[in-house]
């Protein structure tokens, strides 16, 4: 009967006869189909049970990034080597969890590029590219970064920082359907990693640095229809409200806010419990950063740096708590969210937790949002503490920075960003990327809205402090130095239960812990390390030499563990953290035992030592000061100062040659450079404008010229 069968089709289709056939060839376009396609509700909701997969960015839908895989334990972890690397070809800073199914891998770049590996051999085998203009990266205040695929029913979904949700065949690697998610004429942009419920495609963005309005939207995922959108803050009072939450919302903002978009945009944290069906979103911080410019009667201005419950079918929000009421300091609550279980008190919780940016470690009930508890896990200046009645913050009375600049810890980097944490069950702590760093907030006295194409709008004095104020500085003991930290938590206790800092490369990585009892984290210097969870003993070391962002994951090929980590540094890293001396090329590494491949030398962007630029320019204190303002508001975003003297991914203008120097306007206003990240301006600038610009870089270079001599 069975050989009748299959004679029969035979002499149909050839495909038809493979479908018969129970197994392919791993890594064929027949068996990607077939291992994708099966990635449906049923296996989110029981990713717990397939431990070797690594099917949705925090693994499960609780988001644990806890590894059930124990083939690497302390005791052998010192014969975890290479067993390959994938040279992505592409600059630029890596923030991407890859996703792993049945040993295909999908992994994200910058400018949002999408890869599909085969994780047997560490061969490529379909790169996606959504042609994301580079002018976009304009938008973008921390890069042109991106985090991850979400995975479903044999498609890869990707969130292009151009705003595109676009969906692609999991096997070919070719579109399936793309929708464009934001107003296309504001300052939003996506970097977070889509998540995938209920057969909706969730998704939200960033810009509240740059003016916008924030949402998160839910889309069928099988044909990228709208199915809802939440709005975070309220519009315009005089339109009908979009909802009840955003009426009752808007009864604690004052003044005009509307005007400055109000930010709260869903850049990064979700999570997803099916037996209560609650969707958690992070929501971000205000727009501008101090209240007194958007909200100036004062007000919580909900739901701005708060946890959103909302039902994922129709995006409705059921119920919210609010991490920094009136938030004044970029404190977004977009950090990583884990649920779980907790026995708090002799009774079993159900929790969502969360370190967000103010440096608080929050406990909830995720029934209703409840508060439990909360201490911090960073040295803290701006709250005295949670109060533990009504769960808000006791703030300094200083803290506002309204009559004095204010030296505030954690800064507006957060005592955590976006790097995910992860929960270990079995120690029972949580892992904690987390930074000790101040910085002094000042009311910009010359703030004014800028709703142009990517017009910053933080409000305070960031760049420049104000001389004409005094700085109120901390001099309270003990104040960290500087410095990261990974920080292992116990939740139910409230306390530090060990911790490892990082004092001169402090950028530190997402987090994985296995039940091999171990920690798994990246620094910016490119060294992944491996931890005791129990104590925090460094037990493995190796230096990949391109600085680590992104997070490490676990999974399983014929029996056995590897362990893998996106890498890659460099300028579009974000303000601050820009170490180009680790700027090799975007690489995925994978580990597994007894394997010792020699890490290999790939090459580093050109640092051949170059002269300063030697070439005539004429220009009056006028137009040199108009070169100045452009350059600091169109260039400077990636190429920085002028002849700083390093050597980065983007160049130092300050080193132009005759050729560039020669084609300086088609590079600027014809796009000359653009298929390698140089933006085209000619809707922004021009030539005179242009002239202005590269006079003031030749000025500048001929000071630094003349320092030098
Ligand atoms: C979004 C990031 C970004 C912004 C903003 C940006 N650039 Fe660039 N620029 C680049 C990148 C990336 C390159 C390198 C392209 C390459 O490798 O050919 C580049 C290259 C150049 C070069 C060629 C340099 C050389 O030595 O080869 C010039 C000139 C230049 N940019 C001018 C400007 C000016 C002027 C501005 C502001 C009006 C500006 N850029 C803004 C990303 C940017």
Redesign the pocket.
């Known amino acids: 009967m069975r050989f009748q069968f299959r004679f029969l089709i035979s002499i149909g289709s050839i495909l038809v006869l493979n479908q018969c056939n129970p197994s392919y060839d791993p890594g064929t376009t027949e068996h990607i189909f077939k291992v994708t396609s099966q990635v449906n509700d049923e296996r989110l909701l029981t990713a717990d049970e397939t431990p070797g997969d690594w099917l949705s960015y925090g693994r499960n839908y609780f988001e644990d990034r806890f590894s059930p895989l124990q083939q690497i334990t302390i005791a052998n972890i010192d014969r975890l080597g290479l067993a390959w690397s994938l040279n992505l070809g592409i600059k630029g800073a890596l923030e991407a969890t890859p996703l792993v199914v049945d040993g295909i891998m999908y992994v994200t770049g910058s400018w949002s590029e999408v890869f599909a590996i085969d994780a047997r051999k560490g061969e490529l085998l379909w790169k996606f590219d959504p042609k994301v203009p580079?002018?976009i990266?304009?938008k973008a205040c921390c890069g042109?970064v991106n985090r991850g695929v979400a995975l479903y029913r044999g498609m890869v979904y990707v969130g292009a920082l151009d705003g595109r949700l676009i969906a692609i065949d999991a096997a070919s690697g070719k579109l399936k359907w793309e929708t464009i998610t934001v107003d296309t004429t504001a300052n939003y942009t996506i970097t977070g990693a889509p998540r995938v419920v209920a057969g909706n495609v969730i998704i939200g963005n960033g810009g509240a640095e740059y003016g916008v309005r924030g949402y998160v939207s839910g889309y069928d995922a099988m044909t990228g229809e709208q199915k809802w959108r939440t709005y975070t803050v309220p519009g315009d009072p005089d339109l009908p409200f979009e909802s009840k939450a955003m009426e009752e919302a808007a009864a604690t903002w004052t003044g005009e806010w509307w005007k400055y978009g109000g930010g709260g945009t869903v850049w990064d944290a979700m999570a997803y419990d099916p037996d209560l069906d609650l969707l958690y979103v992070g929501v971000g911080n205000g727009s501008p950063w101090p209240r007194v410019y958007r909200s100036p009667e004062g007000g919580d201005n909900l739901y701005l740096s708060s946890i959103l419950a909302l039902d994922p079918q129709n995006g409705e929000i059921v119920w919210y708590y609010q991490t920094t009421p009136g938030d004044n300091w970029d404190y977004t609550a977009t950090q990583h969210m884990i649920l779980a279980d907790l026995n708090i008190e002799g009774q079993k919780k159900k929790v969502i937790m969360q370190a967000p940016k103010n440096g608080f470690f929050y406990v909830l009930d995720r029934t209703n949002g409840d508060f439990i508890s909360a201490e911090s896990y960073v040295y803290v200046n701006w709250a005295s503490g949670i109060d533990q009645q009504t769960g808000r913050p006791i703030e300094n009375e200083w803290s506002r920075y309204e009559t004095k600049d204010v030296q505030i810890f954690p800064s507006n980097v957060g005592g955590h960003n976006w790097q995910p944490m992860a929960y270990n069950p079995e120690t029972g702590f949580v892992y904690i990327p987390s930074l000790d760093r101040s910085m002094v907030f000042g009311l910009d006295p010359d703030w004014k809205f800028d709703d142009g194409f990517g017009g910053v709008n933080w409000g305070t004095n960031r760049t420049a402090p104000n001389p004409e104020r005094e700085v109120l500085e901390d001099a309270s003991s003990p104040q960290p130095d500087p410095q990261g930290r990974l920080v292992a938590w116990d939740p139910i206790n409230q306390k530090e239960a060990w911790s490892v800092a990082y004092h001169e490369n402090w950028w530190n990585s997402g987090v994985l812990t296995t039940s091999g009892g171990l920690v798994f984290q990246g620094l910016c210097d490119g060294s992944f390390i491996a931890y005791d969870a129990k104590n925090g003993n460094k037990v493995w070391e190796i230096n990949l030499r391109t600085g680590i962002m992104g997070s490490p994951v676990s999974f399983e090929i014929d029996g056995i563990q590897y362990i893998s980590v996106a890498v890659g540094w460099g300028?579009?890293a974000g303000n601050g953290y820009q170490f180009t001396e680790y700027s090799y090329p975007g690489t995925v590494y994978t580990f597994t035992l007894g394997k010792n491949t020699p890490i290999p030398d790939y090459p580093m962007p050109d640092s051949t030592p170059r002269n300063l630029a030697d070439f005539e320019f004429e220009a009056d204190e006028e137009m040199l000061a108009r070169g100045m303002t452009?350059?600091e508001k169109?260039?400077n975003?990636?190429?920085w100062d002028v002849a700083r003297e390093t050597v980065g991914?983007?160049?130092d203008?300050g080193?132009?040659?005759q050729g560039?120097y020669n084609s300086?306007e088609a590079?600027?206003l014809e796009g000359l450079?653009s298929p390698?990240?140089?933006?085209n301006?000619k809707d922004l600038?021009t030539k005179e404008d242009?002239a202005e610009?590269?006079n003031y870089?030749l000025a500048s270079t001929y000071s630094r010229r003349i320092e030098n001599e």
């Open positions: 580079r002018i990266g304009f042109s300028a579009w452009l350059y169109y260039c975003h990636c190429h991914v983007v160049p203008l080193y132009i040659n560039t300086f590079i600027v450079r390698n990240g140089m933006p301006f600038l242009v610009i590269k870089i």
